[in-house]
Protein backbone atom coordinates (compact mmCIF):
# COMPACT_ATOMS: atom_id res chain seq x y z
CA UNK A 1 0.00 0.00 0.00
CA UNK A 2 1.16 3.44 -0.96
CA UNK A 3 -0.11 6.09 1.17
CA UNK A 4 0.68 10.07 -0.44
CA UNK A 5 -0.10 13.12 1.49
CA UNK A 6 -0.40 16.80 1.50
CA UNK A 7 -0.03 16.15 -3.04
CA UNK A 8 1.00 19.32 -5.00
CA UNK A 9 0.47 19.68 -8.52
CA UNK A 10 3.87 18.73 -9.38
CA UNK A 11 3.13 15.49 -7.83
CA UNK A 12 0.66 14.25 -11.28
CA UNK A 13 2.19 11.65 -13.32
CA UNK A 14 2.66 7.88 -13.66
CA UNK A 15 3.85 5.69 -10.56
CA UNK A 16 4.68 1.87 -10.85
CA UNK A 17 4.47 -0.67 -8.41
CA UNK A 18 7.39 -3.08 -8.64
CA UNK A 19 6.68 -6.30 -6.23
CA UNK A 20 9.45 -8.83 -6.54
CA UNK A 21 10.37 -12.15 -4.58
CA UNK A 22 12.12 -15.15 -5.23
CA UNK A 23 9.11 -16.76 -7.79
CA UNK A 24 9.77 -13.77 -9.70
CA UNK A 25 8.12 -10.09 -10.10
CA UNK A 26 5.38 -8.28 -11.14
CA UNK A 27 4.35 -4.32 -11.84
CA UNK A 28 1.24 -2.30 -11.70
CA UNK A 29 1.40 0.89 -13.15
CA UNK A 30 -1.49 3.65 -12.56
CA UNK A 31 -1.85 7.80 -13.13
CA UNK A 32 -2.62 10.34 -10.29
CA UNK A 33 -3.47 14.35 -11.24
CA UNK A 34 -3.95 15.71 -8.45
CA UNK A 35 -6.38 18.67 -8.65
CA UNK A 36 -6.03 21.98 -7.29
CA UNK A 37 -9.14 23.72 -6.71
CA UNK A 38 -9.76 27.25 -8.47
CA UNK A 39 -8.03 30.57 -6.70
CA UNK A 40 -8.05 33.86 -7.41
CA UNK A 41 -5.38 35.56 -5.87
CA UNK A 42 -6.05 38.42 -3.40
CA UNK A 43 -4.06 40.97 -4.83
CA UNK A 44 -6.43 40.91 -8.26
CA UNK A 45 -9.78 40.09 -6.29
CA UNK A 46 -11.92 42.48 -4.77
CA UNK A 47 -13.83 45.20 -5.82
CA UNK A 48 -12.19 47.72 -8.31
CA UNK A 49 -11.71 49.38 -11.75
CA UNK A 50 -8.65 50.45 -13.19
CA UNK A 51 -7.51 53.97 -13.75
CA UNK A 52 -7.16 54.96 -17.43
CA UNK A 53 -3.91 52.94 -18.96
CA UNK A 54 -3.91 50.52 -15.98
CA UNK A 55 -5.32 47.56 -14.98
CA UNK A 56 -7.23 46.67 -11.73
CA UNK A 57 -5.81 44.76 -9.57
CA UNK A 58 -6.62 45.90 -6.25
CA UNK A 59 -9.71 45.99 -3.77
CA UNK A 60 -10.03 49.55 -4.15
CA UNK A 61 -12.89 51.57 -6.27
CA UNK A 62 -10.90 53.64 -9.22
CA UNK A 63 -12.22 55.95 -11.70
CA UNK A 64 -11.62 55.43 -15.73
CA UNK A 65 -11.34 58.68 -18.10
CA UNK A 66 -13.73 58.50 -21.07
CA UNK A 67 -11.83 57.54 -24.09
CA UNK A 68 -9.05 55.85 -22.48
CA UNK A 69 -8.01 52.28 -22.09
CA UNK A 70 -8.67 50.41 -19.09
CA UNK A 71 -8.35 46.75 -18.31
CA UNK A 72 -9.01 44.05 -15.53
CA UNK A 73 -6.82 41.31 -14.56
CA UNK A 74 -8.19 38.05 -12.92
CA UNK A 75 -5.05 36.38 -11.47
CA UNK A 76 -6.63 33.05 -10.95
CA UNK A 77 -4.77 29.73 -11.14
CA UNK A 78 -5.19 25.95 -10.22
CA UNK A 79 -4.70 22.62 -11.83
CA UNK A 80 -5.88 22.21 -14.41
CA UNK A 81 -5.44 25.24 -16.06
CA UNK A 82 -8.95 27.01 -14.80
CA UNK A 83 -11.25 28.70 -17.49
CA UNK A 84 -12.25 32.15 -17.25
CA UNK A 85 -15.35 33.85 -18.24
CA UNK A 86 -16.39 37.26 -17.80
CA UNK A 87 -19.31 39.49 -16.86
CA UNK A 88 -20.65 42.67 -16.41
CA UNK A 89 -23.56 43.66 -14.61
CA UNK A 90 -24.59 39.86 -14.69
CA UNK A 91 -24.49 39.46 -18.55
CA UNK A 92 -21.89 37.42 -20.30
CA UNK A 93 -19.25 39.87 -21.52
CA UNK A 94 -18.92 39.29 -24.76
CA UNK A 95 -15.99 40.06 -27.76
CA UNK A 96 -16.96 43.52 -29.87
CA UNK A 97 -15.43 46.20 -30.77
CA UNK A 98 -13.34 47.79 -28.44
CA UNK A 99 -13.14 44.94 -26.41
CA UNK A 100 -10.65 42.28 -26.14
CA UNK A 101 -9.94 39.10 -23.79
CA UNK A 102 -6.80 37.86 -23.66
CA UNK A 103 -3.54 35.90 -21.40
CA UNK A 104 -6.29 33.07 -21.27
CA UNK A 105 -9.27 34.89 -20.36
CA UNK A 106 -7.71 36.51 -17.10
CA UNK A 107 -7.24 39.95 -18.92
CA UNK A 108 -10.31 41.93 -19.90
CA UNK A 109 -9.31 44.97 -21.96
CA UNK A 110 -11.63 48.18 -23.19
CA UNK A 111 -9.69 49.98 -25.94
CA UNK A 112 -11.98 53.61 -25.33
CA UNK A 113 -13.91 53.65 -22.16
CA UNK A 114 -17.47 54.84 -22.36
CA UNK A 115 -20.04 55.61 -19.98
CA UNK A 116 -21.68 52.08 -21.19
CA UNK A 117 -18.65 50.59 -19.62
CA UNK A 118 -19.55 51.47 -16.10
CA UNK A 119 -20.60 48.26 -13.98
CA UNK A 120 -19.52 45.51 -12.01
CA UNK A 121 -17.44 43.48 -13.87
CA UNK A 122 -17.69 39.47 -12.41
CA UNK A 123 -14.70 36.85 -13.42
CA UNK A 124 -15.36 33.63 -12.84
CA UNK A 125 -12.26 30.74 -13.29
CA UNK A 126 -13.41 27.44 -12.81
CA UNK A 127 -12.01 23.94 -13.17
CA UNK A 128 -12.45 20.31 -12.54
CA UNK A 129 -11.91 21.07 -8.57
CA UNK A 130 -14.11 23.74 -8.00
CA UNK A 131 -14.42 27.55 -8.99
CA UNK A 132 -14.02 31.12 -7.86
CA UNK A 133 -14.77 34.24 -8.52
CA UNK A 134 -14.08 37.89 -8.23
CA UNK A 135 -15.83 41.63 -8.79
CA UNK A 136 -14.01 44.73 -9.78
Known amino acids: ELLLTELHAS ?3 EYVCL ?5 GSTEQQFSINVLVPVQ ?3 SGGG ?5 SGNTAE ?3 LQEVLIDMPFSLYCPAYGSPEPTI ?3 KDGEPER ?3 GIDISDSGRRLMVSNADVNNSGDYVCLA ?3 GGSSSATY
Open 95 to 97: LRA
Open 58 to 60: SPA
Open 11 to 13: DSG
Open 126 to 128: QNE
Open 40 to 42: ISS
Open 47 to 51: RGSSS
Open 85 to 87: HWS
Open 19 to 23: ATNPA
